[in-house]
């Protein structure tokens, strides 16, 4: 049975209970990160935490637990579910409040702090030579102007991700202005003329984890790459496009709105890529 954190005590998932007056429920009043475990270890740990702080910041919501606190939760938590291959969920709330209110509860509100885990499956990258790749279709970015925050206000990306789904497509690339901007719940990268291509880190996207675990590896490793805007011309035109995140890590998109992009296989810079990410992987997890 899978074992959650709520609030200073581990309990069997099943079992975790919070108020209907709790801020994230009535308002998504919350923020939340999502961190890969591989073979019990959490990957970029670190870095997960730095953005866990910046997201509480931005929100202004006192931090629930010392930075040096995180990692012993959520060591114990990976413990006590077995270890292995997880996907660690982490989501702080503004707590629960005695009436519903816009406006924060009073100051000493206790935040509500929940963890869970859940089985990851196999990523792409890691057997490249025989992934497929997915469809994306493209879809208008109808979120808000604080897309750089982690909020567990989600309804924009559901309803974009679901459009996809419903498409028989794995993800929903927004546009805005005439530019890309990123996946549903991915970055983007294109690769154009031999150079990885990302939107830059702004108010529109999310700064991924994993996007920034790729630029690292293209510049460690003499990948041409930028940061730099995407228009909606250079992604249709693009000799590769790929979707990261910290639970697909890097995913070939072979066809865009139905069409094919190239021969409709995973690039060779993405096989690059991939391998780069997965030995990255093995050797900061022991694998
Ligand atoms: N989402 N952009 C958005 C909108 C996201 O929701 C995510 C991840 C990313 C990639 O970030 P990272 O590489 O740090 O995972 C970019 C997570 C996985 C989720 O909501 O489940």
Request: aromatic share 4%.
């Given at each position: 049975m899978s074992v959650a954190y709520l609030n200073g005590t581990f309990l069997p998932l099943a079992e975790a209970r919070i108020s209907p007056m709790d801020r994230g429920f009535l308002f998504a009043d919350g923020i939340y990160e999502v961190i890969p475990?591989?073979?019990g270890t959490p990957f970029r740990l670190d870095e997960h935490l730095t953005r866990l702080e910046r997201s509480l910041a931005e929100i202004q919501l006192p931090a629930p637990l010392a930075r040096a606190d995180w990692p012993?939760?959520?060591d114990t938590l990976i413990s006590k579910n077995g270890g292995g291959n997880l996907s660690l969920y982490l989501q702080i709330t503004r707590g629960t409040a005695a009436v519903r209110d816009h406006a924060f509860p009073p100051p000493g509100t206790p935040p509500t702090v929940f963890a869970m885990v859940s089985p990851m499956s196999a990523p792409a990258a890691d057997s490249p030579d025989t992934t497929p790749g997915v469809a994306a279709i493209t879809v208008q970015d109808i979120r808000w102007l604080r897309c750089d925050i982690k909020s567990v206000s989600l309804l924009p990306n559901i309803l974009m991700r679901q459009q996809a789904v419903g498409a028989g497509a794995a993800e929903a690339i927004m546009l805005r202005d005439?530019?890309?901007?990123?996946?549903a719940a991915s970055n983007l990268f294109i690769v154009q003329h031999?150079?990885?291509?990302?939107?830059?880190?702004?108010?529109w996207i999310l700064g991924?984890?994993?996007r920034d675990l790729v630029l690292e590896l293209c510049a460690e490793h003499n990948v041409p790459h930028q940061e730099g805007p995407v228009s909606e011309a250079a992604l249709r035109g693009a000799d590769e496009i790929w979707i990261t995140s910290s639970t697909r890590e890097i995913v070939p998109v072979v066809t865009l709105d139905g069409q094919p992009l190239g021969d409709g296989?995973?690039?060779p810079v993405w096989h690059r890529v991939a391998r780069l990410y997965v030995d990255f992987k093995r050797r900061l997890c022991g694998l």
């Open positions: 475990v591989y073979s012993a939760l959520i005439g530019h890309a901007s990123e996946g031999g150079t990885v291509i990302t939107p830059p880190k702004d108010q991924g984890i994993t296989r995973p690039g």
